[in-house]
């Protein structure tokens, strides 16, 4: 299976890149900035969406009319699974309060309700995982370069329940891929600037390479 990810578009970004064999697009957040559902209409117009399906979560910047908006489209798993190709899609939009006040905001206690509620549901492991919040203590959560400023609740979940994948993003200057135990945690960068990822699944294995458009 081939996975093109990206995140914090922030009401910007191109078009897609055209990807051969392509099976599903994930949305990490941040699809608008500070906008609602007219903006985040226009943005997912204008990424020109393949004909494959498509998984989203808000992120920290997307009003509340975007994440009902994700809802009618029958996009989102924020809170929710999907199944897909065999496998558990899963995802919680928003982020931790930062220096700057923003739409969708979650304490970590938010964070450990949203994961409790994907936990009642079934066997998470071994599935995707949709975060905008990145895990705490790893590369993808350095704001300015080195403080670390990931949740421990989105962490804490994947060490228990390792999915193969975990898209996340909201630190733009930390792109990257890194590991948790079995679990391959990226940040492709903003798709606000081009970047995305290209990850394929394969055999209980998983490899990503970082692209731009």
């Given at each position: 299976?081939?996975?093109?990810?990206?995140?914090?578009?922030?009401?910007?970004?191109?078009?897609?890149?055209?990807?051969?064999?392509?099976?599903?697009?994930?949305?990490?957040g941040d699809i608008t900035?500070?906008?609602?559902?007219?903006?985040?209409?226009?943005?997912?117009?204008?990424?020109?969406?393949?004909?494959v399906p498509v998984l989203?979560?808000?992120?920290?910047?997307?009003?509340?009319?975007?994440?009902?908006?994700?809802?009618?489209?029958?996009?989102?798993?924020?809170?929710?699974?999907?199944?897909?190709?065999?496998?558990?899609?899963?995802?919680?939009?928003?982020?931790?309060?930062?220096?700057?006040?923003?739409?969708?905001?979650?304490?970590?206690?938010?964070?450990?309700?949203?994961?409790?509620?994907?936990?009642?549901?079934?066997?998470?492991?071994?599935?995707?995982?949709?975060?905008?919040?990145?895990?705490?203590?790893?590369?993808?959560?350095?704001?300015?370069?080195?403080?670390?400023?990931?949740?421990?609740?989105?962490?804490?979940?994947?060490?228990?329940?390792?999915?193969?994948?975990?898209?996340?993003?909201?630190?733009?200057?930390?792109?990257g891929i890194d590991r948790?135990?079995?679990?391959?945690?990226?940040?492709?960068?903003?798709?606000?600037?081009?970047?995305?990822?290209?990850?394929?699944?394969?055999?209980?294995?998983?490899?990503?390479?970082?692209?731009?458009?």
């Amino acid at each position: 299976m081939l996975v093109l990810g990206i995140t914090d578009i922030h009401g910007g970004g191109v078009a897609l890149p055209d990807i051969p064999g392509l099976d599903l697009v994930l949305i990490a957040g941040d699809i608008t900035h500070f906008g609602d559902r007219k903006e985040a209409e226009l943005v997912l117009n204008r990424l020109g969406l393949p004909d494959v399906p498509v998984l989203a979560v808000p992120g920290n910047c997307d009003g509340g009319g975007v994440s009902s908006f994700l809802e009618e489209m029958d996009l989102s798993i924020d809170g929710k699974i999907k199944e897909l190709y065999g496998l558990p899609f899963y995802g919680v939009g928003g982020a931790l309060a930062g220096p700057a006040s923003t739409p969708r905001e979650l304490a970590e206690e938010d964070f450990k309700r949203n994961f409790n509620v994907l936990e009642d549901s079934k066997d998470l492991s071994g599935g995707v995982l949709v975060c905008h919040q990145p895990p705490h203590g790893t590369k993808l959560d350095k704001a300015l370069g080195f403080r670390h400023v990931g949740s421990r609740s989105v962490r804490a979940f994947i060490e228990k329940h390792s999915p193969a994948l975990c898209l996340t993003g909201h630190i733009h200057e930390s792109n990257g891929i890194d590991r948790l135990g079995q679990t391959v945690i990226v940040n492709p960068g903003p798709f606000r600037h081009g970047h995305f990822v290209l990850c394929r699944l394969e055999n209980n294995s998983v490899s990503c390479t970082l692209e731009r458009v």
